[in-house]
């Protein structure tokens, strides 16, 4: 393969997932609710807990505001498993088969699924992310693009675990399977529903050993200025190094590229 | 135009999955511009060999060429030779039928300038150009298939692997895909690869491969292995020859002795007949 083809097959690859997208018109209409409906549930839940929230969180944040750079980086990650899903798809209707004789490397393949996924994972999130102002997050322009760029590598990152499980998985019941006892755990043990405070040790553990966290800490850094867990070295309780927003940026980018490579291993080995 | 160039090089193939071995050492060769009949009941090694031809599976051991590259060593090679269609549908639905074609074109690498005309070309040839902007999960059995086929010749490969282009079709549709197929073997004399389990399609090729447990057991004209079942005077079909050659009993299916036995005193009987004839 030459650098045009091979640049080429990775667009088309890409703008196939686009095109999926588009056509389907549950998904396009889910990925607008979704934001919407976080507007709704969130104003009503402030009022129940919004008191005990303010009390771990701080006076100056309400639990809508604590909630969305959380839904941000879930919104990205629902849809990024989800583009793993379509790759189970494609082998169920045949046309994995297609893909997988044409004469172009495993690695573009994975490359165009990866692209394909995050391209939509980063629109869902943008629409999200532009209601931010009605909540009363007042973000700058710069945060606005920082928050952007951010999003842009989770988006990636997450889709290359997603398009791993789904070459990995052969059908859309294993896949549910996973579902359940993998991506609903990372969501609910990220912080992104709750804070992470006072949690007993073996929670602790999951939550520092998710991923995930580290991806819902640095959108929250970024909106709020206000970090929930800390990337570094505690000696005796006192942090000695202390990364802040460029660890959380390090593990996500670090497992990024672990997935990425994990998922064009997985293409080169379907048949 | 067949010539002696042998565009289809398999030898000594052998394939196991654990413990059975689905491809027991064979050997054939196809020339260009054959017609080539690849035969076998169900689970005879059909598809794991037609897997490995076309890069989908590696062999455990022996050598297969397409076009002068083996599928090993240079995949992309053979990728670029051929066109495939497969047994099972392998389309996307949610896409219209010329963006089915121009992502094939572009992953196939055919040249832009040529793209469209191209497309076009083979959407002539399929009787699909009229419906050329419909999605593909608007389209009947035959009409996708009949796509398949155009895009499995989208970028102008030296082969065309067809794995049972008429099953679960009716009747007049099989007959249109027929004429199709033979057309095209006219017009662009490309080497045609098919498996099937329609005889009477069969026996339309140039050349027969029978395989049964993994081996081939018989490789030649159907003229010839008519003649080599039944004698030179006979009225035998190749659906004769093939259950002679390879038995009645029923594939993938333990059938009782008993069955069994019946079966194979049905398969004497017409091989006898067909001596004393």
Known sequence: ?271 | MINNKEIIQVKNLVRNFGKIKAIDGISFSVKEGEFFGFLGPNGAGKTTTMRIICTLLAPASGQVKINGYDVVKNPEGVRRSIGMVFQEESLDEKLTAWENLKFHAILYDVPSTQQSSRIIEVLEMAGLVGRKDDLVNTFSGGMKRRLEIARGLLHRPRVLFLDEPTMGLDPQTRRHIWDYIQDLRIKESITVFLTTHYMDEAELVDRVGIIDNGKIIALDTVANLKKQVGGVSNHLTLDDVFLALTGWQIREETASDKDRMGQENRQRKILNNNHKN
């Open chain 1, 1 to 271: 393969m030459n650098l045009p083809h091979i640049l080429k097959s990775i667009y088309v690859l890409w703008y196939r997932e686009l095109l999926h997208y588009w056509r389907d018109p549950v998904r396009v209409v889910a990925s607008i609710m979704m934001p919407v409906g976080f507007l709704i549930f969130g104003s009503g839940l402030s009022s129940i807990v919004g008191k005990v929230a303010s009390e771990v969180i701080g006076p100056q944040v309400n639990l809508i505001q604590f909630l969305f750079p959380g839904v941000l980086g879930l919104s990205v990650f629902f849809v990024a498993i989800f583009s793993g899903v379509s790759v189970i798809w494609d082998r169920e209707f045949g046309f994995l088969k297609e893909i997988l004789v044409a004469p172009i490397s495993r690695t573009v393949v994975a490359l165009g699924r990866i692209a394909g996924g995050a391209t939509i994972a980063m629109i869902q999130s943008s629409i999200l992310l532009a209601i931010a102002p009605f909540i009363g997050l007042r973000l700058s322009f710069f945060i606005f693009i920082k928050l952007w760029f951010l999003m842009l590598l989770i988006s990636l990152a997450l889709t290359a675990f997603g398009v791993l499980i789904g070459s990995l998985v052969r059908t859309t019941e294993a896949h549910q399977m996973i579902s359940y006892s993998l991506i609903a755990p990372m969501a609910l043990l990220s912080g992104a529903y709750f804070p992470l405070e006072n949690l007993p040790f073996w929670m602790d553990l999951l939550v520092r050993i998710n991923p995930f966290t580290y991806a819902v800490d640095a959108l929250r850094q970024t909106t709020l200025h206000f970090s929930q867990i800390t990337v570094g070295i505690n000696i005796f309780g006192k942090p000695i190094i202390f990364l802040g927003i460029f660890g959380d940026v390090l593990i996500v980018f670090v497992f990024g590229i672990i997935m990425t490579e994990l998922a064009i291993w997985a293409f080169s080995r379907l048949e």
